[in-house]
């Protein structure tokens, strides 16, 4: 195997690491037990977000030049200084990486050990990533060699055992849609907005391992995210089957964390347990190593290296600890409407960023972007359970309103008609 193909190997793991952390665990046996024997298009539509949308998503931001400023500035420079701020907060401090502190508590140590403290274990949790992030130097490396193999052998044993010996047989379970149900499902992963930031890292592994031209860099950064495509759509797939085996074993309401927890005791007995507990520490330790560093990059270059790499790496690690405490189900609830809110803009920023140099009027992006907050912010109202009834019931009769993208048309007409307004005001000059 030549350096090329061991240094794409190398950075697919450590992608693939990045993003399957404490959401991407969770989330697919939770769908597979939601939509029983309709799993099928429930994961098509989950692998869309899941891994569709992070991949273009790795690959738009590369060919934009490698930053999520470089990705939104085509909106606005203010507006990509909101846009990333809300992105980077809500896959650092605020949701993603206290998400990772929770579910490793409530998967990794209290099956194990019932009495153990959840601040002992956040303490320990975030201290180790702190240890891991506060010399950005290597960090792809380090996690692509040594934790990424561990993650992929424990859950393919789950998955394995699972599929020779289900627990049962997938279900009706009544499930409407699953393909869009899926599709949403994924953004609780928040893959697509990290990918946007995630690019800047692999670009810079790949400078350091002698990589200087752009070309090569955008050609080894999309080769290894279809490496870190393929893993995950392997465990996605495994999880969320063993998930829609349990949909006439264990009750709709069940915990998303207690699911899993019970499927692999179903499966392994209690050498599960430590079994998941193992996996679920590498894929959350992983994933917050990730988005620390990431978080630190990004906020000491948005304020002009005022404001060092290590004192906000050293911040976000102490208030991701104290926000963990508050548990998985709860950042999980936190999360939705700014999700909802959030992920159409992303999607827009991907998409139209793949196919830039087939948009002659960059106002088209603004204009894109303007007619999805209009329909996902009352979305997100809806979300926190205060809608505008009557908002609300215009937006349910825009196509595809039924399957969770009402944003799509009004995104569409945003885009034509500011490249229409911005054609005419050059006419006119």
Not at 17 to 23: C, D, N, T
Not at 251 to 261: E, F, G, K, S, V
Not at 319 to 329: E, R
């Given at each position: 195997m030549n350096k090329t193909s061991k240094d794409v190997i190398v950075v697919g793991f450590a992608l693939f690491?990045?993003?399957?952390?404490?959401?991407n665990l969770i989330f697919p046996p939770a769908l597979g037990l939601m939509t029983g024997d309709a799993w099928v298009p429930g994961l098509i539509g989950f692998l869309l977000t899941g891994i569709g949308m992070p991949v273009l998503g790795i690959i738009a931001a590369s060919k934009a030049g490698g930053s999520l400023s470089d990705l939104a500035d085509k909106v606005n420079p203010t507006f990509s200084k909101i846009i990333g701020t809300v992105i980077m907060l809500a896959i650092g401090p605020l949701l993603?990486?206290?998400?990772?502190?929770?579910?490793?508590f409530e998967m990794g140590f209290a099956p194990l050990f019932p009495s153990v403290s959840p601040i002992l274990v956040s303490v320990i949790f975030f201290g180790v990533t702190l240890f891991l992030v506060i010399n950005p130097s290597g960090i792809v490396d380090k996690i692509g060699k040594v934790l990424t193999p561990v993650l992929l052998i424990s859950l393919l044993v789950v998955i394995i055992k699972g599929i020779m010996n289900p627990i049962g047989s997938p279900v009706d379970t009544g499930m409407q849609n699953a393909f869009s149900k899926g599709f949403t499902e994924g953004y609780q992963t928040m893959d697509a907005l990290a990918s946007m930031v995630f690019a800047g890292i692999v670009i810079g592994?790949?400078?350091q391992k002698g990589y200087t031209d752009t070309k090569d860099q955008i050609k080894l950064t999309v080769m290894a995210g279809l490496v870190a495509a393929a893993g995950l759509a392997i465990v996605y797939g495994g999880l969320m089957y063993l998930g829609a085996t349990s949909s006439g074993v264990f009750?709709?309401?069940?915990?998303?964390?207690?699911?899993?927890?019970s499927i692999t005791e179903s499966i392994l007995g209690n050498a599960g347990k430590a079994l998941i507990g193992i996996s679920v520490s590498l894929?959350?330790?992983?994933?917050?190593?990730?988005?620390?560093?990431?978080?630190g990059e990004y906020f000491s270059n948005l304020s002009n290296g005022k404001i060092g790499y290590k004192p906000i790496v050293i911040g976000v690690t102490i208030?991701?600890?104290?926000?963990?405490?508050?548990?998985?189900?709860a950042i999980v609830k936190i999360a939705v409407p700014l999700l909802v809110t959030v992920y159409p803009v992303g999607i827009i920023l991907i998409v139209?960023?793949?196919?830039?140099?087939?948009?002659?009027?960059?106002?088209?992006?603004t204009g894109a972007v303007f007619g999805a907050v209009c329909i996902s912010l009352f979305d997100a109202l809806a979300a926190m359970g205060t809608p505008v009834t009557a908002v609300s019931e215009l937006i349910s009769k825009l196509p595809l309103a039924s399957s969770g993208f009402a944003w799509i048309l009004p995104a569409i007409v945003g885009s034509i008609i500011a490249m229409a307004t911005m054609k005419k005001k050059q006419e006119n000059v």
């Open positions: 690491a990045m993003f399957f952390g404490a959401g993603a990486i206290p998400r990772t502190g929770a579910t490793t592994s790949l400078v009750p709709a309401d069940i915990a998303r964390t207690q699911l899993t927890i894929a959350c330790l992983t994933t917050a190593v990730g988005l620390t560093a990431t978080c208030f991701s600890a104290v926000m963990s405490n508050f548990g998985v189900d139209f960023n793949i196919f830039d140099d087939y948009i002659p009027n960059k106002t088209a992006y």
